[in-house]
């Protein structure tokens, strides 16, 4: 879940950070398309893990979306 939280802060901070001149930003130094499918990428492991582990995953799909 880390990853997927520093992706979405990277992504809302992006603006901020290239002000700022911070170079340590997902969505900076893989461009925001990437950064949102790296985070697509990790909500659907979440997914697939609690599925996995037959545990409900519709919390998860309210407060993490797949876009």
């Not at 911070?22 to 990790?42: I, P, S, Y």
């Amino acid at each position: 879940y880390g990853l997927a939280y520093q992706i979405i802060d990277d992504l809302g901070d992006i603006e901020q950070d290239l002000t700022n001149g911070r170079k340590v930003n997902m969505a900076a130094l893989f461009g925001v398309d990437t950064a949102q499918k790296l985070l697509n990428e990790e909500i659907r492991g979440y997914h697939d893990c609690l599925k996995k582990l037959q545990l409900d995953t519709s919390a998860l799909k309210e407060c993490l979306p797949i876009v």
